[in-house]
């Protein structure tokens, strides 16, 4: 039986090793930091909406690059995890701080927002005015 588990053990490790940390992906940390950033907009200003068809090609963009780099459903899991989605929106603020906008207003927000479209930016390609 110990036989057993040590092998078990052997199998198992090199497979927990080669799991790769999605979170750490700059591609992946960039479409999802476009979405908080456009979601922060839209949520903080009356003129700007989020794009239906703008989050639709985000949404397509990043699945092609998760189903290219053949991440498993187990490795993306953690974009779910509450500790990454916090580091994600304090980036997405810091974003909008270092570019002089006040995150907590709604004019900053939709001052920032008409930049990011005017740009034609990610975050921009995501917005639209209402």
Do not use: W
């Not at 479409?31 to 703008?54: D, H, N, R, W």
């Not at 985000?58 to 995890?81: F, G």
């Not at 989605?85 to 008409?114: M, W």
Request: charged fraction near 25%; glycine fraction near 6%.
């Amino acid at each position: 039986m110990r036989k057993l588990i040590l092998l078990s053990a052997a199998v198992l490790m090199p497979l927990a090793a080669q799991a790769r940390d999605i979170t750490a992906d700059e591609t992946v940390r960039g479409f999802v930091t476009t979405s908080v950033l456009a979601a922060k907009v839209a949520q903080g200003c009356k003129k700007i909406s989020v794009s239906t068809e703008g989050l639709l090609a985000l949404q397509l963009d990043v699945t092609a690059h998760i189903e290219a780099e053949n991440y498993t459903v187990e490795e993306a899991a953690p974009l779910q995890d509450a500790a990454f989605n916090e580091e994600i929106e304090e980036a997405a603020v810091a974003q909008i701080k270092e570019r002089g906008f006040d995150p907590q207003k709604a004019k900053d927000l939709c001052a920032f927002g008409t930049e990011e479209m005017t740009k034609g930016s990610p975050v921009g390609a995501v917005l639209e005015s209402r």
